[in-house]
Structure formats: C-alpha cells, structure tokens
C-alpha cells in the first residue's frame, strides 16, 4: 500500500533519461518518450534527454558528465540490460556507482515475473548511487519502462512517499565525498 503523507510537501526532483541503442533516434525512442512523459506527469522536471550507442565509453562518458551536473538528481537509462553481446548498460553504470542499490533491481524482476513469467530473468536492471546521484538502469520496452516508473520510481522518488523514499535522502547521498 502506497503511503503518501499529504502534510509533507512535495519536492521535484531533476531526472535525465538516457535511451541506449544503436537504433532508434529521438524521433522513434517510445520508452525514453514513455519514461519523460511520466516524469513530468508526477510533477519532475526532465532536465535532459540523450541516445547512446551501445558502448560502454559512451555510456559511461554520457553517465559522468550527468553525475557531475549541479541540476540532475536522477538519471535514468533505457536499453542494453539484457545478456546479449551489444548489452552493456549494466557493466557502464559499475564503472561509475558508488554503491548499488539491490533491491531495486530485485523489486523489478518480481513485479516483471508478475506480467512476463521466467522471461524476467533476462533482465539485468539496477539501480545505483554515483557521485550523489541516483543510477538507475531499466530494459529498453515500454513494458518495463511502464512497470519500472509505476510501481517503484514514482513512488521513490515522491518525497511525501512514506515510510521513507529516495529523496529524503539525497541530501545524505554525498557525505563520503566530503
């Protein structure tokens, strides 16, 4: 059951969405459209939008120069999850995390097994802290971009979210790096 405490208020939070893939363009990218319409649904402000090829130096060029950035709080990736050769999301985000934050990738293949059964297990979704900033990387469908925002991050990243969410956090996120 979802818990929002109505005194508290409520504090957007900058996200980045990063669609990996060797394909699609701004124009045919439906999950990083899915995912930024839904972030400023819930009130956010997407602060930036960008493709990248499947390629680790890439991805992980693109990941630090947002982590470094003063207005991004949250980057969320879409693509290159899954055990193929080209995938390599999740090896981009473990160049740059800090800490990673298991129970987000293990909350979304249970919601996920709900809907694909033992598919879900192709999934290498995760989440992360680099830098002060939350890391999270989703599959590249609509399905899972859906399931990924609806059921885990709209709730997260709602600073009135209770018993507690990530963004009551954030100011806690930097203290190593004093």
Known sequence: MTIIASERPFLPV?????????????DTDTSGQLL???????GHR???????????????????????APDVDVVISTGGTGVTGRDVTPEAVRQVMDKEIPGFGELFRWISFAKIRTSTIQSRALGAVAGGTYVFALPGSGGACRDAWDEILVHQLDSRHRPCNFVELMPRLREHLR
Not at 46 to 68: E, Q
Request: hydrophobic share 55%; no cysteine.
């Open 36 to 42: 930024a319409d839904r972030i400023a649904g819930a």
């Open 46 to 68: 997407v602060a930036a939008r960008a493709i990248s090829k499947d390629d680790v130096g890439a991805i992980v060029a693109r990941l630090r120069a947002w982590i470094d």
């Open 14 to 26: 900058n996200v980045a969405v990063l669609t990996v893939s060797d394909s699609r363009t701004l």
